[in-house]
């Protein structure tokens, strides 16, 4: 297929007249720089998006700008030996809508380095419905095993558990042989967080409790919330479990104590999905096709959307009223 002289793309500005974003015609030449070109088949919607594409958090560091933090696509045109015409590959986040060009758009262009060939065993779709959710959550377990975390150890928490990064999290964990226990704040949903796997779904306060150690019950787990909640998982892992902290939903403040850390030898370790280097980028996504893809991506995945639909979506995200994975057919 050629690169098509025009092509439509979701473009967020910010100049004199204030914030705008919709769908607009552009040509190659509007995007940013990259050796690999893309006729683009899926992306999907996170909270970062939603925060980009409405104006409401400060994501793009640049303007104009294509939202999407998350693309997957066939190659077009590659300037680099490593990509061939026809390549699927995929993208999250590395700088798309925050410093360069996103996934928003039928054409997209990337930089090589930031491109990952999509492994045998997932689909470009598949790929989406996991995006930079499913990413982040595979990273938290992957910094945890590389910090010694097993099974053994018990069971794996994880907050936040119908937000996307957690239900992906509650299926990954169970599919790589972990107990895992989601708190929740939304108890009707508990039993679509056992259909992922769940073995117990626990209120969030469960995690309430402020003494500087409490009894040792989880081996460990995956934090979305911040805040109290977190200093409580901290408190309440055992010795030498590991607690992965990714997100701040409830609060970007963090009161603790050393006690888990001195007495127990606890770690907590950070998960920054974006700047991740390239061998740990394909380390995970080969596991997130292979021995941690989750068993129910339909089920996650309860939207598919076109990008004259993003403003709607992104409207209902913020209200807190989006329930699951939102994928974007371009
Ligand atoms: P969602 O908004 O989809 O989910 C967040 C979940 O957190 C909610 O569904 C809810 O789950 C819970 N929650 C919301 N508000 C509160 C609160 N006040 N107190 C306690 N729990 C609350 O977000 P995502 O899943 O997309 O992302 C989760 C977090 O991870 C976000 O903070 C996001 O910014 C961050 N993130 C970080 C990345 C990184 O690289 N570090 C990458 C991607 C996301 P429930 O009702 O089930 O309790």
């Not at 964990?173 to 769940?198: C, I, M, N, P, W």
């Not at 700047?275 to 941690?292: F, K, N, S, V």
């Amino acid at each position: 297929m050629a690169i098509p002289a025009r092509f439509r793309a979701f473009r967020i500005h910010r100049d004199d007249a204030g914030h705008r974003a919709g769908i607009e015609e552009l040509s190659l030449d509007d995007l940013a720089p990259g050796e690999i070109v893309v006729r683009a088949a899926w992306s999907s919607v996170n909270y970062k998006d939603a925060l980009a594409g409405t104006g409401k958090g400060r994501i793009l560091r640049r303007f104009p700008l294509v939202g999407g933090i998350d693309v997957a696509g066939h190659v077009l045109a590659s300037g680099d030996s490593r990509f061939r015409e026809g390549d699927a590959v995929l993208c999250t986040g590395c700088g798309l809508s925050e410093t360069r060009d996103g996934g928003y758009a039928e054409i997209v262009r990337l930089e090589a380095d930031w491109a990952i060939p999509l492994p045998a065993g997932l689909d470009l779709r598949e790929a989406m419905v996991l995006g930079t959710a499913g990413f982040t959550a595979a990273l938290g377990l992957l910094r945890m095993e590389e910090n010694r975390q097993k099974p053994g150890l018990g069971p794996l928490v994880v907050t936040g558990a119908t937000g996307g990064v957690g239900m992906l999290a509650v299926d990954i964990y169970t599919r790589a042989g972990y107990e895992v226990h989601a708190v929740s704040g939304k108890a009707d949903r508990a039993a679509f967080l056992r259909q992922l796997g769940a073995r117990e779904v626990l209120g969030r306060e469960a995690l309430a409790m402020s003494r500087p150690l409490e009894s040792a019950r989880f081996g460990g787990g995956l934090d979305n919330v911040g805040g109290p909640m977190l200093a409580s998982l901290l408190a309440q892992t055992v010795p030498y479990g590991n607690v992965a902290s990714c997100g701040l939903a409830g609060s970007s403040e963090l009161s603790t104590t050393v006690m888990p850390f001195i007495i127990r030898g606890v770690s907590l370790l950070g998960v920054a999905s974006a700047g991740t280097a390239r061998d740990i980028r394909e380390q995970i996504w080969d596991r997130l096709a292979g021995p941690w893809k989750p068993a129910h991506l339909d089920r996650i995945c309860t939207r598919e959307v076109t990008l004259d639909e993003l403003p709607g979506i992104f409207a209902t995200m913020l209200a807190g009223e989006s329930f699951g994975r939102t994928v974007v057919r371009l």
